[in-house]
């Protein structure tokens, strides 16, 4: 089969893209034939398909009126996309597309080349992106639901973007492509990793048959460490405000015998830092970005893997990856989490943003002995190996390209 798969970054930068990379690969080593469209990188990526790649903006910064303008233009319509979008589906005549995140980057312009195709095409909703203009259900502070029913301005009063302009822009391309139905007339059958995202697109108004739940994959090592529990607690994620992080550094200040090992970077790193100062808690340590065998090493070790969230996570690589590991999970009790994270068989499910609810879990954990946390991971372990393994996702797929 030969497959094209679209996400609008082919280099390494969140979680979509790690998923992109390793299910190219594992359907390269089935003997499919994989290609990729995606935007052009500073850095060199070693895809054959790079030459079709198409230039990146920078929607993160003002560049000016008239680039702004340009931008604001490829934003809801990018020309150039399109362009190279089509010459890419005449030379490699896929069998199937597969589209990932494409938003504004890429634009809708590359679905009318789609349907102009007639070539079968799937979708994996990594965020909520197909309901909201922000991709997240959130904002300030909390969980927001007020775009529900296409009332779409609500991201410009509640400054959803955090800048009028570019609230107005989402606003106007996603109205433009609810009304047009870009997605759904295009998209034979969107794929979501958790139910609690199928169910919300549903609830939202979201064509019910078009739906299906795939769970993610995840890697699950044949060996997990000797040194199960023998370290602190960890976190493993960005530091941003819908992640909850401020949650648990509170509840661990007020656990003085337990550790934090906060591991990650973003733009609430330092006010974290601060606050755990001004709580004198010096039992939370901040060690940033992390990759490779000394993310590993942490992970494998942790009493346990805290997911604090405020938002509705969808299905996080954290918690699959403790899963695999054999690490217990500490987890708020919203959005795709409690799929993964059964209350008292392989952790904890929590009352997200709730302090004293997150030091009554620590504390429950902590009253454990180490064999009762090795019998939570080992749960884990088999949830990870049951419901996210890679060869049962790779058949799911297939199916899922043939229907």
């Not at 934003?75 to 490699?92: C, G, H, M, P, Y």
């Not at 994959?217 to 370290?231: F, L, M």
Request: net charge neutral.
């Amino acid at each position: 089969m030969k497959i094209l798969h679209v996400n609008k970054f082919f280099d390494l930068r969140g979680g979509a893209e790690f998923y992109v990379h390793e299910l190219m690969a594992r359907q390269k080593k089935l003997g499919h034939e994989v290609h990729v469209f995606a935007t052009r990188s500073e850095k060199e990526t070693g895809s054959a398909d790079e030459k079709y790649f198409v230039k990146r903006n920078a929607y993160d910064r003002s560049e000016g009126p008239i680039k702004d303008f340009k931008k604001a233009v490829d934003f809801v319509w990018n020309a150039e996309a399109a362009k190279s979008f089509s010459r890419l589906l005449d030379d490699i005549k896929p069998d199937v597309i597969h589209l990932h995140n494409i938003y504004h980057h890429l634009s809708t312009s590359i679905l009318a080349e789609i349907r102009n195709s007639k070539i079968p095409c799937v979708q994996t909703l990594h965020d909520y992106k197909l309901a909201c203009p922000n991709y997240k259900m959130f904002t300030e502070g909390k969980i927001c639901e007020r775009c529900k029913g296409g009332h779409y301005t609500q991201a410009i009063r509640h400054d959803c973007l955090n800048n009028f302009w570019p609230d107005l822009l989402a606003v106007g391309e996603m109205s433009l492509t609810k009304f047009r139905q870009s997605y759904e007339k295009t998209v034979r059958t969107f794929i979501c990793p958790s139910e609690f995202l199928k169910k919300k697109m549903i609830d939202w108004g979201e064509p019910p048959s078009k739906f299906k739940h795939i769970a993610n994959p995840v890697d699950i090592p044949e060996k997990i460490s000797a040194e199960r529990g023998t370290g602190p607690y960890v976190y493993i994620g960005r530091l941003s405000q819908e992640k909850g992080v401020e949650t648990v550094v509170r509840a661990f200040a007020r656990i003085p015998s337990a550790e934090l090992l906060v591991i990650g970077q973003g733009p609430d790193q330092l006010n974290l830092q601060r606050l755990s100062e001004e709580l004198s808690a010096p039992n939370i340590k901040f060690i940033g970005f992390q990759t490779g065998e000394a993310l590993i090493n942490h992970r494998s070790r942790a009493k346990a893997l805290v997911m604090p969230t405020l938002m509705y996570e969808n299905a996080s690589l954290s918690i699959l990856e403790a899963l695999a590991y054999g690490v217990p999970v500490i987890g708020s009790d919203i959005g795709g989490i409690p799929e993964m994270v059964k209350d008292g068989i392989n952790g904890f499910l929590v009352r997200s943003g709730k302090v004293d609810a997150w030091i009554e879990a620590i504390e429950q954990m902590e009253s454990f002995d180490p064999q009762q946390r090795i019998e939570m991971g080992d749960a884990g372990r088999e949830i990870a190996i049951k419901n996210h393994n890679w060869e049962n996702h790779l058949k799911q797929l297939e199916a899922v390209y043939k229907s």
